[in-house]
Every structure is written in C-alpha cells, then in structure tokens.
C-alpha cells in the first residue's frame, strides 16, 4: 500500500508541477512580451490553451497581466496540495493551503528565472547561440529582470555581472520565502 502511496504522491507533484510551471512561464512570456511566434512558445500555448481559453471568458486580463493565467496556477496549485495531504492521510484548513499555494508559485517563478539565467548563462559561453528559439525567449524572459539590475552593476568589458548579481537577489528571497516556514 505504501509504494502505491508514494507512486500516487510521485505523479501528482510531477504531473501538476509541469502543467502549472508551464502555464507560469507562459505567463512570465507574456508580462515581458515575448515573441510568441517563436517555436517555443507556439508549444507553450499549445499546452496551456486547453485550460486558459475557456478560463479567460470568465476571468479577464487586468492591463498587461494575464489573470487567467494567474488564477488558473494558482487553482492547480491548490488542487495538487490538497491532493497531496489526502494522499499522504493528513488535515489541513484551506486558508494554509492558499497560504502555501501562492508562496510556492512565488518559489516557482524564481526558480524559472534562476534557470532561464543559468540557461542563458551556459549558451554564452557555447557561442553561436545567435537565431536559437531558446536564446531569443531567454534572452526575452530575462531582459525585464536584468535591466534594473544593470543600473546599479554596468556591464564591465566583456563580462555582465547582472545576472550574477540577479541570481544572488532571487536567491536571498528564497530565503525570505522560505522563512515561512511552509
């Protein structure tokens, strides 16, 4: 019973984080806005479609944010929560659960940045990285976050310290986030 227990456990965080980090990067896509004829990102909206378009007729955009988007994660990721305390035969009241739920959406996001950043970091180094799909949608991902962190840290020679400095700053709110405790 127990390896069925833990197989259950097993799909469900597979299965709903792939969808919800899917619909997240989609989401973090369009807030930056970018190229959505891009490979990439027509297999993004192939996957996450299904469940945002009928969504948007009831939930509309506010300005540039895709609530749909917003309020579709965040139901996802209440529904795999709860899923997962009754998989695992424990309680838990529903407003910890929208509690956990939007503090691990934020951690979601971060560590979609802290993966783009990386990402983009290792296909600099490769060379010829010019006319990828994953370049342009990284390059278009990132852009919004490294900008303001430019600012503050120029780029010196050859070498771009923002990214360094942006995965340090995502890092210390993980830990924030994480002092939480949930």
């Given at each position: 019973m127990e390896a069925l227990q833990n197989i259950g456990i097993f799909l469900t965080e597979v299965l709903f984080s792939f969808y919800i980090g899917a619909i997240l990067i989609r989401f973090l896509l369009a807030l930056s806005r970018a190229n959505f004829y891009n490979?990439?990102?027509?297999?993004?909206?192939?996957?996450?479609?299904?469940?945002?378009?009928?969504?948007?007729?009831?939930?509309?955009?506010?300005?540039?944010?895709?609530?749909?988007?917003?309020?579709?994660?965040?139901?996802l990721k209440i529904i795999q929560t709860l899923l997962l305390v009754a998989l695992q035969g424990s309680e838990v009241s529903l407003p910890v659960v929208f509690v956990?739920?939007?503090?691990?959406?934020?951690?979601?996001v971060i560590y979609i940045y802290l993966f783009a950043?990386?990402?983009?970091?290792?296909?600099?180094?490769?060379?010829?990285?010019?006319?990828?799909?994953?370049?342009?949608?990284?390059?278009?991902?990132?852009?919004?976050?490294?900008?303001?962190?430019?600012?503050?840290?120029?780029?010196?020679?050859?070498?771009?310290?923002?990214?360094?400095?942006?995965?340090?700053?995502l890092y210390i709110v993980l830990i924030i986030l994480q002092s939480f405790g949930l």
């Open positions: 490979p990439l990102s027509q297999s993004l909206v192939k996957i996450t479609n299904p469940a945002l378009v009928p969504l948007r007729r009831m939930v509309p955009a506010i300005g540039k944010l895709d609530t749909a988007a917003i309020v579709l994660a965040l139901g956990y739920a939007v503090i691990d959406l934020l951690r979601t950043l990386v990402i983009q970091a290792v296909l600099s180094w490769v060379g010829n990285s010019h006319g990828n799909p994953l370049t342009d949608i990284l390059h278009s991902l990132t852009e919004p976050l490294l900008r303001p962190v430019r600012q503050f840290v120029p780029v010196m020679g050859m070498i771009d310290f923002a990214p360094m400095v942006a995965i340090l700053l």
